[in-house]
C-alpha cells in the first residue's frame, strides 16, 4: 500500500502543541487545598508541563513507564495528564476512594514508579509504602515531604522548579498508552486498562462533534480526574481551546456554585448526587445566578427525569445523558435531540433526554440475546449492549478477565439495553442482574418499577433465583409502607396484563429494608446469596 | 506493542452508516438539470447508494478500481461520492471545466473504468471517448443513452434499478484510498491526489471541531464536488447529520438566494466570485430573505475585507475565510476568532476575519526561508508555508513532482506567508511569484497593493525579472488612470518609507492593461515572459 497520505500519527501533543500556541492566554483555574482560588493559562500551564516533563527525564522514568496519581481535579493533576501524554509516559489515575486493598493492588498491578499524592492523602501513602516496595518515588502535590516518613518524599514546586524540557514533543505510536484506569471492581480485584494516544485523540474530537464545545467555553470537570480520566474533559478541553475551571477537592453544592456563579462557567459533568445537591441547594439559594451555564453532562448512572426537568424549567440549564464504561475511553453517547424533537413539546423531549441516547459517531451498537445473536433495534427487544470504535477497549492490562469481556472485535458491556428505532439507547438492567427464565430474559428493573408503583408499596426489589426446571425465576423483595401490608395476590393483580404471565414473580417476600451498596444501590449481590435456594424445593 | 484498544479503521462508511441509523428522515435536496428540486432523504438516499454499490458490482468494478466523474453538485453526485467510499472503490471527480487535453489525460491517468457523466458533458464526451479505451461505461446521470454513439453508455436512473447491495459494509485499510483529485495544473499536467479513509475521516471531524456544524443545520455546498471533494462537506455534513441542499449547475445569485431563502439553508461554502454575485444581487434585491444562513466559508482566492464587512453589516452573515489545497484533502485553516477577540469593535476583528485563519487542531504549520531555515511567526518575517497532519498528502499518484512537494514529511504549499503571533495565517504571495533579491524575498502583493494605493493608478502588477547582480529585482507594470499619466518619481516617493529601500522597484513600465488569466487574476507567468530580460543591461 503506497502512503497517499502523510503517516502522520494521532499524538495527543499534536492538539496540545496546537491550543499552546493559538490561546496562550486561555485560563485554567484551580481551587487550592485551602479553598483559595490559582489562576494561570495555557501559557503558563505549558511551562509548568515542560518543567514536569524535565523532571521525569531526571528522576528516570522513561518512555512507557508508569506514574501514578492520588489526587483530586487540580491544575497539577492537569499538569501530569499532559507531561505524560506528551513525552510517551502513562498517567495511572487512581481511585482514591477505593479500599486501601485494593489502592495497593492497583499500584502493584500498574507498576507505578512514582506517584503524585494529594496533601490528605499522606496518611494512607504511608501506611501503603511498606507493601509498595515499586515505588521509588512519593511526589506530594502540597504539604510537606519532611514531615512524612515516605520513602523518596519530594514536593511537587520543588521537583518542578528545575530546567524545563525544551524542543519538540517526541513523535510516538499512536497505539501507544498514556494513562491507565482501573475500573472500581465491585467483585475480584480491579481490572485495568490502557488508553493509547490514538483512542483518546478519537474520543476528543467525535465527543465534541456530537455536543459542541468552543474556545469561548468554561468547562468544570467535576467528575473525579481519577475516574476515568474526567470523562475525558481535559482532554476535550484543551482540543477546542476552552477555559478549564478544575473545583479540587471541594465538591460540595456551594463551592460548586460559587465556581459556576465566579467564573462564569458554560458547561459542566458529574454523577447525579453532584447534580441533585446543587439541585436543593439551588432551591435554598433562589438568588444564586448560574446564567453562564448552558447545559451539563450527567451520567455513571440512571439520571432522574424529574432533576432534568427541574434544571430545564427552573434555570433553563440543558442536562444531557452520557453512559460509557472505563472500558470505553469513557464516553460513548449522549442523549442529544434529533433535529426535528426539537419542535416538540417539553415533555415528549424528556422521554429522549432521559435515555443513554445516541452513540457518538465513530462507534457501533448492537443487542445481543444470550446466544449472541443480534435483537431488532425497535424499543421493544432487550439484550446485552455491545459496542466497538477507535476508543473501545480490546483487552485488560495482564488479566486474564480479558476473554470474558472482549469478544470478536466487541466489548460485552454488561449493560442490557432496548434501543428505540429513533436509535436511543435505554439501559433496562445489569446482564448479572436479569433474569434468564427458560433461556428468555425477564428485566429485573420493569418488575421492580412497576411493583414500587402500587399505593402499598414503599420500596422492591426483584431478583433472579435458581430453577430446577427454569434455570432462574424471579422473586419480589417488599417494603410495605409503615404499618401497612400488602398481600400477595393484591400484587399480582397489579403486575397482570402489564407483563406476560411468565414474567411474575414465584414468590414475594415481605422484609424491612432491601439491602443496599454503599452507594445506596439495591445489592443485588447480597440477594442472591441470601435468597439462592429459595425456590430450591419448588417444581 | 500490545492492542490496549481494538484496532477498529476509521472507515467512512462506520460515520454514514450511524447518520443513516439515527438521521432516516433527515433531507437531501437537489436541483435538478430542468430546474427543478429533487427531494429524499437520509434514508431513501441509503437505499439508491446500495444499488449504485450493487451495480458496480455487476460491472464488474472491484474494490481499489476508479470510477470518475464528469458531474455538478447533485444528489447522484453524492451517491457516487458515498457507494464508493463505503465499498472501498476510488470515485475520481474531473474538472469539468479544464481544457479537452486535460480532462482526457486525467482520466486515462486515473485508469478510471467507467465515467459518469451530466447531461450537458455527453458531447465533450464523445470527442474524447476515442483516445479512452480505457473506459468501458459511459453512465449518463441525465439525459439519453439512445441517444449517443458513446460506448458502453447506460442511464444513470437504470444502473441503479437493480437489487441493492445488502448487509454491512466491507472492513477495508483505512490507509486505502476511496478518491482521486487532481490539480487544476497551471504549467505542465495536473497532478493527482489519493485522498484516503483515514484522511477525509479525520478532515471532516477535526473540521466540524473547529468550525463547528450540527443535525441542525443546512448546509449548501456552491464549491463544485469536482473541486477538492466540494471542500470536504458533503463527508461533514453526514458526519454532522445536517440537511444537505445540492444546487445542481445553476450557480446564479438569483438561483443560489432562491435556494438558501426556500430550503432555510444555514451554511454553505464557495469562491469569492459566487458571494460577491451573490452581494451584487442581494444589493439589488434587499427584499430577499437570507435570516436562516448564520454564516459562509469561503475560500480559494483572497477573501475581498469589504466583502466581509457587507455580510456582516447589511445581513448578519460571518465569513469564514478557510484555506487550503488539493494537497491538504483540503481544508487546512480558518478564520475563526479567538474568544477574547468576540468583544473587540469589527474594524478590529475584520484584520483577523480577512486572513487565512487558524490552523484546524491536527495540523502543524510552519514557515521557512529559500534554504529551509523556519522563520519567526511574529507577523513580519515571511516565509513559504509548509503543513503536515493526519489529511496532508504524502505524494502524487504515480508523478516524479511528488520529489519537489512532499519533502522530509512536510508538504511545501507553495504559498509565501506570514503567522501572526497571535497565530494567524497570512498569505502574502505564491512563492513562484516572490521576489528573490540577493537572497532575500520581497512581497510583490505588497508592492502591487501599495501601488494600487496611490490615486493615479488604476492597476498595477509586480513581477521578479533576471538581474545579473542580485539574481532578480522587482519591475512594476503601472495602468494609469483613463486619460491621466504617472511619473516613475511620484511612485517612488509614494513608496519610500513603507518599505525598505532595497524593495524599491528598479523600474515602472506604463502599460494599458495588466495581462490576466482566464479566471481575472493576474497572468504573472506571462509578464515573467514577456519582460524576463527587461534588466539584462543593468549592471
Known sequence: MPPHMLDFPLLLSTLYERAVRIYPHQEVVSVNADGSLYRSTYGETDDRVRRLAGALDRLGIGRGEVVGTLAWNTHRHHEIYWATANTGRICHTVNLRLSADHIRYIIDH????????????????????????????????????????????????????????????????????????????????????????????????????????????????????????????????????????????????????????????????????????????????????????????????????????????????????????????????????????????????????????????????????????????????????????????????????????????WLRTGDVCKITPEGYIRVTDRAKDVIKSGGEWISSIDLENLIMAHPKVAEAAVVGVEHSRWQERPIALVVPHPGGEVRDEELVDHLRGKVADWWLPDAYVAVSEIPKTSTGKFDKKVMRDRYGSFLSDRP
Open 110 to 409: 500498574g507498576r507505578d514508579r512514582a506517584v503524585f499524592i494529594s496533601g490528605d492523602m499522606v496518611e494512607a501513602a504511608e501506611r501503603l509504602a511498606p507493601d509498595l516496595p515499586g515505588v521509588e518515588y512519593w511526589i506530594m502535590l502540597d504539604g510537606d515531604p519532611d514531615a512524612t516518613s515516605l520513602p523518596g518524599a519530594v514536593a511537587y514546586e520543588d521537583l518542578i522548579s528545575d530546567p524545563a524540557y525544551a524542543g519538540s514533543w517526541p513523535e510516538l505510536d499512536e497505539r501507544s498508552p498514556h494513562m491507565y484506569c482501573y475500573t472500581s471492581g465491585t467483585t475480584g480485584n480491579p481490572k485495568g486498562v490502557a488508553y493509547t494516544q490514538r483512542s483518546t485523540y478519537m474520543h476528543a474530537l467525535s465527543g465534541i462533534v456530537f455536543c459542541p464545545l468552543a474556545a469561548r467555553d468554561n468547562i468544570m470537570p467535576v467528575v473525579p480526574m481519577f475516574h476515568a480520566a474526567a470523562w475525558g474533559h481535559p482532554f476535550m478541553a484543551i482540543t477546542a481551546g476552552c477555559k478549564i475551571t478544575y473545583p479540587g477537592h471541594d465538591l460540595s453544592a456551594e463551592g460548586l456554585v460559587n465556581l459556576i456563579e465566579g467564573e462564569r462557567v458554560t458547561f459542566s459533568a458529574g454523577v447525579p448526587t453532584v447534580w441533585l445537591a446543587v439541585q436543593h441547594y439551588l432551591e435554598a439559594h433562589p438568588e444564586r445566578d448560574t446564567s453562564s451555564i448552558r447545559s451539563f453532562m450527567c451520567g455513571g448512572s440512571a439520571v432522574p427525569r424529574a432533576m432534568i426537568d427541574w434544571y430545564w424549567r427552573a434555570r433553563g440549564i440543558r442536562v444531557i445523558q452520557g453512559w460509557g464504561m472505563t472500558e470505553t475511553n469513557p464516553v460513548a453517547t449522549f442523549s442529544m435531540l434529533r433535529p426535528e424533537m426539537e419542535d416538540w413539546d417539553w415533555e415528549r423531549q424528556l422521554d429522549f433526554i432521559e435515555t443513554a441516547g445516541l452513540l457518538i459517531p465513530g462507534l457501533r451498537a448492537k443487542i445481543v440475546d444470550d446466544e449472541g445473536r443480534e435483537l431488532p433495534q425497535d424499543g421493544e427487544a432487550f439484550g446485552e449492549l455491545l459496542v466497538q470504535g477507535p476508543w473501545v477497549a480490546a483487552e485488560y492490562i495482564r488479566d486474564p478477565r480479558t476473554a470474558e469481556t472482549m469478544v470478536d472485535g
